[in-house]
């Protein structure tokens, strides 16, 4: 017979079954509106908030939490729908460039505009007001525990 959780482990359980179910969910409005995978979403969103709407392969890859190798996979599905374009990165022949074009962009505004107002729809309603500060500071702990960030960084400031 299974053991009973305790309370953090139903806590565990219940973020990682109900954050599955709700992108998931959320996930199929997107592929359905938007023609977009949420790693492809992630990526274009990815580029959408870096300086000059660009970023090398690899530290797009990182910024995913994606293998270099899997993340070559999506570039090249982004860059064959037209959203992305791949250049040659300076002195190291091994380094390509992604850039966003402009039907990236303008998918990318879209798809997030109807993202945004699902999440405030479907998850803004399950958090209390008074319940915010403290899942706010466990979602950045969080995040720094496992060395990712939680927000995009602003004006292009790298990790």
Same mark, same amino acid.
């Given at each position: 017979?299974?053991?009973? !959780? ?7 359980? @219940? ?7 709700? !992108?998931?969910?959320?996930? +199929?409005?997107? #592929?359905? =509106?938007? @023609? ?15 300086? @000059? ?10 910024? /995913?939490?994606?293998?270099? +190798?899997? @993340?070559?996979? /999506?570039?090249?599905? !982004? ?10 990165? +300076? ?22 505009? &109807?993202?945004?107002?699902? /999440?405030?729809?479907?998850? =803004?309603?399950?958090?209390?007001? &008074? ?5 706010? +500071? ?20 790298? #990790?």
């Amino acid at each position: 017979m299974a053991e009973r !959780l305790t309370e953090r482990q139903q806590i565990w359980r @219940g973020l990682l079954q109900g954050q599955r179910a709700m !992108l998931l969910r959320l996930g +199929g409005e997107l #592929k359905r =509106d938007f @023609g977009l995978t949420i790693p492809q979403y992630e990526a274009l969103l990815a580029l959408y908030q870096s300086t @000059g709407r660009a970023l090398p392969a690899t530290r797009l890859a990182r910024e /995913l939490l994606y293998s270099s +190798g899997s @993340g070559s996979h /999506l570039i090249a599905r !982004l860059s064959q729908r037209g959203y992305v374009h791949r250049s040659p990165g +300076g002195e190291d022949a091994r380094t390509q460039i992604v850039t966003l074009s402009e039907a990236g962009e303008d998918l990318i505004v879209r798809a997030t505009e &109807a993202h945004v107002a699902a /999440l405030r729809v479907e998850f =803004d309603p399950l958090i209390a007001d &008074a319940d915010v500060g403290v899942l706010l +500071g466990f979602a950045h702990r969080l995040a720094e525990h496992e060395g990712v960030r939680p927000v995009p960084p602003v004006d292009g400031a790298q #990790k």
